[in-house]
């Protein structure tokens, strides 16, 4: 077992995140003691190395030689074949839209202005049915349809981070289907 207090970070992690002690007291109400918390997300081995291409502006993903299929968010374990997958591959950043809601609210329960539009994607070059979540946007909720081919927005190189935010979003690939 590796030793997570002593200071120096997992292997595959991003770096601690600190949470100040304003955010803390903010969400949780007055407390009368220093937080002074940390945390870390451990991320391993597949979900680094595809965070990491992500900050690059490529999606990677894993291939089962066995199986044939092509994993997006990669995983270094199959589990129809129950074996490790075998290679990286780099896919698509297009994709289709697999299944989309149409969100009125926010996670609290607020009223949304614009309604955000989640949806699973289905990445070209990985295996069909297979993909991530993100959402769509430069869409109106009307256009949008299952299979609609869509391409990734990303964050311009400077502000990528190494985060599924480093696509902020998906857009119709045809352009008289974009709204602004
Ligand atoms: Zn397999």
């Keep these: 077992m590796t030793d997570r207090n002593d200071g120096a970070p997992p292997r595959n992690t991003l770096g601690p995140t600190p949470l100040k002690d304003a955010a803390f007291r903010e969400a949780?109400?007055?407390v009368d003691w220093e937080v002074d918390a940390r945390y870390a997300w451990d991320t391993g081995v597949a979900v680094?190395?595809?965070l990491r291409g992500l900050r690059r502006g490529v999606i990677l993903a894993r291939e089962c030689r066995r199986c044939r299929r092509v994993?997006?968010?990669p995983r270094?374990?199959?589990e129809q074949c129950f074996r490790p997958t075998d290679r990286w591959v780099q896919v698509e950043d297009t994709g289709i839209v697999n299944t989309f809601s149409i969100c009125h609210i926010r996670w609290d329960m607020e009223p949304l202005e614009e309604p955000e539009l989640p949806a699973v994607i289905e990445i070209d070059g990985a295996s069909r049915g297979i993909g991530f979540m993100h959402k769509l946007g430069e869409v109106a909720p009307e256009d949008v349809s299952i299979g609609l081919a869509v391409e990734a927005v990303w964050a311009p190189d400077e502000e990528r981070r190494g985060s599924i935010l480093d696509i902020r979003?998906?857009?119709p690939r045809e352009p008289s289907?974009?709204?602004t």
Excluded: I
């Design 48 to 50: 680094g190395e595809y």
């Design 76 to 78: 270094m374990f199959c």
């Design 28 to 30: 949780v109400g007055a």
């Design 169 to 171: 979003y998906f857009r």
């Design 177 to 179: 289907l974009r709204r």
């Design 71 to 73: 994993l997006v968010p």
